[in-house]
């Protein structure tokens, strides 16, 4: 009997679909979505056609995901290095392009039982920005499938700064300094993704082979996949694709491959006598 395939998916989709292991999904996909740029350039138009175009990408990403049962996707719109070196034109109209993108979406969010979360400072962001973000993530806060989360004005090497600072925060408001006991799971606490399992596989688009001051504590043992597709053009196709390379992946942790873990012998080095 052949498996079931989620309803919406189309023809290509379902044709890879249909040679993944359904129970070795990746729990949680981060995507770093590079190339709105150089899309928009070899097209002879601005830089902002190709964020706008990107929002078509982020859309048929998002619900594949959510067809298929990932359990949390989370997307780098945003890095804190974004809002400070770029023209304040460019800015703005990622700004205006969030908003409006929230504005629209949560419907569909809702219709596919998606639940929103940011990370990143949100604070810095504009006020009308960061109240539209609010009622977005309630609107959807009541939905019990995939968590989305955007990182929007995101840094990682800021995350751990913030989660260094609250552990300090929260020390010297129960009992001060002296209880102070940092191990792994007190950093993963406190950092903003501590409603996430870490992600078992990173995409990047464009063919960058950087991470980019993302997620750089919580990737420390995820799968890479880069892509030279450039983001305004990847659909759901190519993260099924992604997901498919990623089944390829014999990951390890840091021990032993699955062969080598089921001998005793040294697996590759002959002693001779
Ligand atoms: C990187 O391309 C992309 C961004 C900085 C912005 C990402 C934004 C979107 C995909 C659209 C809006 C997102 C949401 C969630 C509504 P780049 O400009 O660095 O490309 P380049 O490297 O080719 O110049």
Same mark, same amino acid.
């Given at each position: 009997m052949q498996d079931k395939v989620p309803t919406g998916l189309d023809r290509k989709e379902t044709e890879v679909y249909r040679h993944l292991d359904k129970s070795r999904l990746p729990r949680h996909i981060a995507i770093i979505m590079d190339g709105n740029g150089r899309w928009a350039k070899r097209r002879h138009m601005p830089r902002v056609a190709g964020h706008r175009a990107g929002v078509t990408a982020v859309r048929s990403t998002v619900e594949t995901a959510a067809r298929i049962g990932v359990g949390a996707l989370t997307l780098y719109a945003f890095s804190e290095e974004n809002w400070k070196k770029r023209p304040k034109s460019e800015v703005d109209f990622l700004m205006r392009l969030l908003s409006r993108y929230l504005k629209a979406e949560v419907t569909t969010l809702n219709k596919n039982n998606i639940r929103l979360e940011y990370i990143g400072?949100?604070?810095?962001?504009p006020d009308d920005v960061q109240e539209r973000m609010e009622w977005a993530r309630e609107s959807t806060s009541?939905?019990?499938g995939m968590t989305l989360t955007l990182a929007l004005n995101y840094s990682a090497r800021s995350e751990l700064v913030d989660a260094f600072r609250s552990m300090v925060n929260a020390a010297s408001q129960n009992g001060?300094?002296? /209880?102070l006991r940092i191990d792994e799971d007190t950093v993963a606490r406190h950092?903003?993704? #501590? /409603?996430l399992p870490d992600p078992d596989l990173v995409v990047r688009t464009?063919?960058?082979? #950087?991470?980019?001051?993302?997620l750089l504590w919580q990737l420390a043992y995820a799968e890479i996949y880069v892509t030279p597709t450039l983001w305004p053009d990847f659909r759901g196709l190519h993260l099924l694709e992604g997901i498919a390379e990623y089944q390829k992946r014999e990951r390890r942790y840091g021990g032993l491959n699955h062969w080598e873990a089921k001998?005793?012998?040294?697996?590759r080095i002959k002693i001779e006598k």
């Open positions: 400072r949100q604070f810095e962001l009541h939905n019990s001060g300094m002296e /209880h950092l903003y993704t #501590r /409603h464009s063919g960058e082979m #950087r991470l980019s001051n993302f001998t005793d012998a040294p697996a």
